[in-house]
């Protein structure tokens, strides 16, 4: 049932703000206490987290790596499972494996699993579905409590994996005592309104769209962002080409000049995520080098961002106010619908891409 929507896609795209809040239901208390299931984890304890993923859920891993080094000053480690279970690498002491699939039954992700069994101290999974190979295996489940999610390209499930993401980093903070309590209560509040913020992204739906026309006819499109953002980037790009077999690649937006920056010219569409974060001047600088060679800017960013640097650009995405730290899940949005437009636009199989499974169970 697609609830009214034309795409599966569509309606989980919408149904964000329900399972995130849902997700944070599972997870937070009224009085802002993180509980999480049995076994406990003491992050004082752990020296190293071990992020292992595909696809998209990799990207969550990614964007979850800021999270950890910044406000719970714990290293990690992140590599798509395909790699990784081949790599061997060594697993120093102390070490948290984490495990992301919506499906749970990922061939490379349970292999890499079954590599870390036995050499990290625990396993842990972030999943959708409890009952899969992935959650069985692990001795700690971090359910995403997305709900089923059936359009191929993921949506709803990466959002609600970085929320229970984030969650985890804020209670790593406070085992390891990185975080004071204010900037705590900040995070938490931000959280808190996250379900509305993206309500109030999906609102600009119809705008959009409008993008995305134009977005259809290209051949190649750029993704750029900045911390946080860089694992976004990856991720816009990504739905768009699975859905609407438009090439696109992604960059941080510092490495444009060492390289990428020569594919620019006048029929290329650079998507630049750019919330107004510390690091903004520095990407709206990278975003001038794009515009000089008449690349055309897509500048999602929020209002005071916008007010500031989008003189010149060939459109503007509007998103709400956000705390840094919160803003990649909020951007998310954005990327979904673009891909999804465009998509639409051309008229490919939106829920059904070529090629492409929902759950790849082999390698
Ligand atoms: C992208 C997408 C895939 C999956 C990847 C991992 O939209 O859906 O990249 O994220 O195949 O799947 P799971 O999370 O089930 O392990």
């Not at 292992?52 to 800021?66: D, E, M, P, S």
């Not at 489940?141 to 089923?148: D, E, K, S, T, Y």
């Not at 990407?283 to 003189?311: F, W, Y």
Request: hydrophobic residues 45%; proline residues 5%.
């Amino acid at each position: 049932d697609k609830g009214g929507h034309k795409h599966f896609m569509a309606k989980e795209i919408a149904e964000q703000p329900t399972v995130i809040a849902d997700a944070l239901s599972h997870y937070l208390s009224a009085g802002g206490e993180i509980r999480l299931p049995d076994p406990q984890v003491d992050f004082a304890q752990v020296e190293r987290i071990t992020m292992v993923a595909c696809g998209t859920a990799f990207l969550a891993c990614l964007t979850a790596k800021y999270w950890f080094e910044q406000i719970a000053r714990l290293p990690v480690e992140v590599d798509v499972a395909s790699e990784f279970r081949y790599r061997e690498p060594p697993v120093p002491a102390k070490s948290l494996a984490l495990f992301v699939s919506q499906s749970g039954e990922t061939a490379d992700t349970l292999a890499a699993l079954r590599y870390m069994a036995g050499k990290a101290d625990r396993i842990a999974s972030v999943v959708n579905v409890p009952e899969s190979s992935i959650a069985r295996e692990s001795d700690l489940v971090l359910p995403i409590h997305a709900g089923v999610e059936i359009g191929v390209a993921s949506t709803k499930a990466f959002t609600c994996q970085l929320t229970v993401l984030f969650l985890l980093a804020i209670k790593a903070a406070s085992d390891r005592g990185t975080l004071t309590d204010e900037a705590r209560a900040d995070h938490l509040s931000q959280l808190r309104r996250l379900p509305a913020l993206i309500a109030e992204a999906l609102d600009q739906n119809v705008a959009i769209r409008e993008t995305a026309r134009k977005l259809a006819n290209a051949r190649d499109v750029l993704f750029l962002g900045r911390g946080p953002l860089y694992p976004l980037a990856h991720e816009g790009a990504l739905k768009l080409k699975e859905i609407s077999y438009i090439h696109a690649e992604a960059y941080a937006s510092g490495e444009l000049k060492h390289g990428p920056i020569a594919l620019v010219d006048e029929d290329v569409p650079v998507v630049v995520m750019a919330p107004r974060d510390t690091l903004f001047d520095k990407t709206v600088s990278n975003m001038q080098e794009v515009m000089a060679r008449k690349g055309k800017v897509i500048l999602i960013s929020d209002r005071e961002g916008l007010a500031e640097a989008a003189n010149g650009t060939w459109d503007t995405i509007t998103m709400p106010d956000v705390s840094d730290a919160v803003a990649p899940i909020l951007y998310a949005i954005p990327a979904q619908l673009l891909a999804y437009h465009t998509a639409v636009a051309k008229g490919t199989d939106v829920d059904q891409p070529r090629n492409l499974a929902k759950s790849v169970t082999v390698e």
